[in-house]
Nanobody, 114 residues
Framework: QVQLVESGGGLVQPGGSLRLSCLAS????????MGWYRQAPGKQRELVAR???????NYADSVKGRFAISRDSVKNMVYLQMNNLKPEDTAVYYC????????WGQGTQVTVSS
């Protein structure tokens, strides 16, 4: 089993930045790909960004050019740098390992509001 713990959420003004972190522990032999999903109130959970073991990345169109996913394979960490945040980025952000049928963190709230 894989445990995922997110951190770094919070309240930020529009145009601001946040960095989310996710620490993976447990059976980490096959945690890739890892990614970030989000779920806004009344909406379905959606993929934000994903990174493969080899470093390949893909992003939702809505965050391209503003968000960047990265990893530290030695520390078993994945990060999501979020810049130029918009109110529509407000959501609970979840760390994920091994795809949607894999493992999930508990989520961290990101609120973008003035």
């Amino acid at each position: 089993q894989v445990q995922l713990v997110e951190s770094g959420g919070g309240l930020v003004q529009p145009g601001g930045s946040l960095r989310l972190s996710c620490l993976a522990s447990g059976n980490i032999v096959t945690i890739w790909p890892m990614g970030w999903y989000r779920q806004a109130p009344g909406k379905q959970r959606e993929l934000v960004a994903r990174i493969s073991r080899g470093g390949s990345t893909n992003y939702a169109d809505s965050v391209k050019g503003r968000f960047a996913i990265s990893r530290d394979s030695v520390k078993n960490m994945v990060y999501l740098q979020m810049n130029n945040l918009k109110p529509e980025d407000t959501a609970v952000y979840y760390c994920n390992a091994r795809g949607e049928a894999g493992n999930w963190g508990q989520g961290t709230q990101v609120t973008v509001s003035s």
